[in-house]
Every structure is written in C-alpha cells, then in structure tokens.
C-alpha cells in the first residue's frame, strides 16, 4: 500500500511499500519523525523490496535476512544520533563544489624554502659566454663534485701537457737514441720515455726536485720551457688554492646556526596588531651589524589590467626607528607594526585564512671570526601565520648569567586578540575617542546652575561676589575670556578675578 501522506520525495505511482495495513498510521508516523530529524531520505537505501512497473514485474528479491520498515527507521535514527558534530578547526575545513564534491586547496609552491634556498631555476639561457667572463666565479659557485674534479683535472691537465712536450724534445734531438752513448749529453738527463718525461714536469712544476732527472745547459729550448712551466704552474696554483680557500670559507654554513621560528604570528601590542617572528644564533661568535629585511611575495593585477607575478613588496620591521638593526646576542622576536602603510591594513583573521602569499625575511650581518657577510633566509606561507598566538618567553635569570632555553623557541601560546582588521580596530578606537570627549562636553554644557548663575552675572562683575574671589564660567563666552584668548572651546572653565564694588 502506497505511502501517500508521508513526507517522502516525490516517486512514481508504481512504486509501493510491502508493508502490512495492521498499524498502518504507526508506519507513516515514523517515516515522518524519522525523516524530520535527519533531514534526508534515501530512496534507494530505504526502498530495498520495491516493486517497479506495473507491466514489467521485477523478479522475486533474493533471500536475505528480511527486516521490517521500523527496524531500518530505527536503525538510522540511532544512526544519526550518534553521529557527533565535527569541530570546525583552521586549515582542516573542506570546501565542496556544487554537486558536493571534495575540493581540496592547492598548497602554494614556495619561493624561498625554509632552509633559505631559492627555489627558482634558470632555463633557455642561451648567452652562456658570460659565466666565463668570470671563471673565478663560477668556479666557486659550483658544487663540491664539480670543484675537486675541476681542481684535480687543472694540475692533471698541466703536467700532462707539459710532460708530453719534454718528451718530444727528447724525441726531436735523438736523446732516445743515444741512451747507451755516454758521450751524448741530452737535454734532460735519464729521460728515456713518456713516464719519465712526466715525472719530470711533475718534479718541475711542485719544484719537487730529486736530483735524477735534471736540465743540462745544452738545451735552450728546454731551459725556456722550464721557466714557461714554472710560471704557469705558479698560475694555476694561486688559482685553484685560491677558488678552494674562498670555497671552504664561504658563510653559507654560518647561516646554518642561524634558525628563525616555524611560525609568525599575529597579536596585540601596545594596543595594535603586529606580525612577529623570532630569530636566534646558535654560536658564541657574534654576528656582526646584523640588520633584518621582510618582503612580501604576492602576485597582484594592476588597474589597466597589467598581472604582475610574484610581486615584492616591503614590510618594514623597523628601518624608521632603527629597530632593524639587530644585537644578536640572544633570540629575538621582529616586530612589523600593521599600520596603513601595512600590505595587512585590511586583513582580518577570516581573509587571512583565504588568503595566498609569502613573507621572505631575510638577516645579514658580518661574520665575527671571517669577516665575511653572511645571509640567512626564511619564508612563511599564509598557513603558517597563526592569528592571536604570541611566543614563548625563553629567557630566565640564573645565578650570575642569563640562561636561554632553546626548546622553547618555536613555542606560541593563545592571546586575547580581535578577529578584524587593524583598519577597524582603529576606527572603533577612534569611534570610542570621540564617544568620550563629547559625552564629557555633553555633561559641562548641561549643568543647569553653572549656567543660569554665569548668564545672570553682568559684566562688570557680581555685587555679591567678594573681593578677589575667582569667578568660574562654563559653557558660555564672556568678555574676559575674549581678551585673556581663554575658553575658545564650549565647556572650558574661565576664572575671573574682579574687585567687589562698594
């Protein structure tokens, strides 16, 4: 018997329910409360042993374990209760498209990594002349592997080429000819093949020298080979000791021991939002002019239509007041005061869960033991940027020093921080201000007394008023407030000071 005043969706008339017509009303009673409470009825769930056209007769159901119509109510009722509300929490939301499907958030490729490397490679460069127009350079640029085979194939290269030159002059004069001749004096003594020519220029060009293998004065072109070897060796070595030096010194693993906090955070302080992270040295040795650099990293489109990827943008940590140079003798929290010259003006804790960008941060100073500049970078995506969090204090007083407990230097806690912008914190500031000051000239202006008795009193003075006993007016502009240039604001207080007459 078909269900007709049940709160189901729409179905065809072909379509029954095998329910018994004993308590009939019962069934329909709890289709409904069933349907109210959860909101949503599966037909095809629920509508298990339906019957379809009238023409065509499905075939018998399978034999399964039959339940009745109020055992699956039931069961999804108890469903539904159990069924405990998922707590919203910042970053695990999932938007749904419109047909209800999943649609996750793409994370955003970051620009600079948090390790500091730059994430950008360089391809079609086709003037690739320049890198050596500076060789010094890019020699030290490249990596470790490349550098030693680099360094080992320059003096390899050297002490072949010239070993194989003192061979052929061996070969050109007939000294390989006349090695059993006693009477023949070579250019070079005991050269009598390749190997021994090549150890010969090895001897030449480290200026080792044992003695066995030596120049005779019969030979000018080898003495003038002899002093084109040692030049170039002298060359190539300031070269590649020099390419080494500069490589094993540079400071890029200086900035291994400077770490900046995981997170940046946004709270209140001194009564207006901040961003802040925190920075800290590892080493004992000091760095040296520290200053600090921010930059927003965002793409934008103009006005005239213009897309600009990846735009940079300034936030000052302090470059006015000198708050960005740095002692860096102990960890510090950086400060970016959110005012209107802010690129987070606008931002309110809901936007900035929407929001795509990165902030580089960037700390240069001098090495203390080198001398040398180092850089340290960082970024910190949107996501990383927690609102209403504040750091940790890690610093204690110890008996004689200060004790700086660095597993506490990624640590944040929760604040009391307002949800909007930093625009409308300070128009409600502003709004409160000016609530103030009128409602206390409000309150000067509607004292019935003060004012009746200074209207009543002339210009002259009072006649009951006593000799040099100050007069106060409020609320209205007298003669005497005119000439003294006192009271130009309705409410001020004026003190007149007149002789009583006789």
């Known amino acids: 018997m078909a269900l007709e005043n049940s709160v189901l969706p729409t179905r065809p008339d072909s379509l029954s329910l095998p329910v018994d017509e004993k308590g009939e009303g019962e069934k329909v009673e709890v289709a409904t409360e069933v349907t109210a409470s959860t909101g949503v009825f599966n037909l095809l769930e629920e509508l298990g042993h339906v019957v379809t056209t009238e023409t065509a007769p499905s075939p018998p159901p399978p034999v399964k374990e039959k339940r009745s119509f109020q055992n699956k109510l039931a069961e999804r009722e108890a469903q539904a209760n159990n069924q405990q509300p ?6 695990t939301e999932k938007e749904r498209g419109r047909f209800g499907w999943v649609r996750t958030r793409r994370k955003r490729q970051r620009y600079v990594e948090k390790n500091g490397r730059c994430n950008v490679q360089h391809g079609n460069m086709r003037e690739t002349y320049r890198y050596l127009t500076d060789i010094f350079t890019t020699l030290v640029d490249l990596n470790w592997r490349c550098s030693l085979f680099v360094f080992v194939m320059a003096y390899a290269v050297t002490w072949l080429f010239f070993g194989a030159i003192w061979y052929l ?15 023949w004096t070579p250019c070079v003594n005991n050269v009598n093949s390749f190997i021994s020519a090549f150890l010969f220029s090895i001897e030449t060009e480290t200026t080792i020298g044992y003695g066995h293998r030596v120049i005779t004065d019969q030979c000018p072109v080898g003495t003038m080979l002899l002093l084109l070897q040692a030049i170039l060796g002298s060359m190539v070595n300031a070269f590649m000791v020099g390419c080494m030096f500069v490589k094993i010194s ?28 925190r920075v800290g040295d590892l080493r004992s040795s000091h760095i040296v002019g ?7 990293i965002k793409s934008k489109q103009t006005q005239e239509g213009e897309f600009i990827p990846l735009d940079q943008t300034d936030i000052s940590v302090g470059f006015e007041t000198g708050d960005d140079r740095l002692f860096l003798v102990s960890p510090l929290v950086i400060s970016h005061e959110i005012d209107t010259h802010s690129p987070f003006w606008d931002m309110s804790q809901g936007q900035l869960e929407k929001e795509d960008f990165e902030i580089v941060v960037i700390l240069e100073g001098m090495v ?3 001398g040398m500049t180092c850089q340290a970078r960082s970024s910190y995506l949107a996501e ?18 200060f004790d700086i407990d660095y597993g506490a230097f990624h640590h944040t806690f929760e604040v009391d921080t307002p949800s909007c912008s930093a625009r409308e914190l300070s128009l409600a500031a502003a709004r409160l201000d000016a609530h103030l000051y009128w409602s206390i000239s409000s309150r000067l202006d509607e004292e019935p007394t003060l ?23 409020v609320g209205e502009m007298t003669d005497i407030q005119e000439q003294t240039g006192l009271g130009e604001l309705n409410g001020s207080v004026a003190t007149d000071q007149s002789e009583s007459e006789a």
Request: glycine share 8%; hydrophobic share 35%; charged share 25%.
């Open 86 to 91: 998922r707590k919203k929490t910042q970053g």
């Open 451 to 473: 004012t009746n008795q200074a209207a009543k009193q002339p210009d002259s003075g009072s006649a009951n008023s006593k000799g040099g006993e100050p007069t106060f007016i």
């Open 290 to 296: 520290a200053n600090m650099r921010a930059k927003l």
């Open 384 to 401: 990383e940027v927690m609102w209403g969090h504040r750091f940790s204090p890690m610093m204690s007083l110890a008996e004689g020093f």
């Open 250 to 277: 540079q400071p890029n693993k200086r900035a291994e021991t400077l770490v900046f906090s995981k997170h940046a955070v946004i709270s209140l302080r001194d009564d207006k939002l901040c961003l802040m992270f």
């Open 368 to 370: 203390e033991a080198t």
């Open 169 to 183: 002059i061996a070969y050109c004069r007939g000294d390989l000819d006349h090695l059993e001749d006693e009477t």
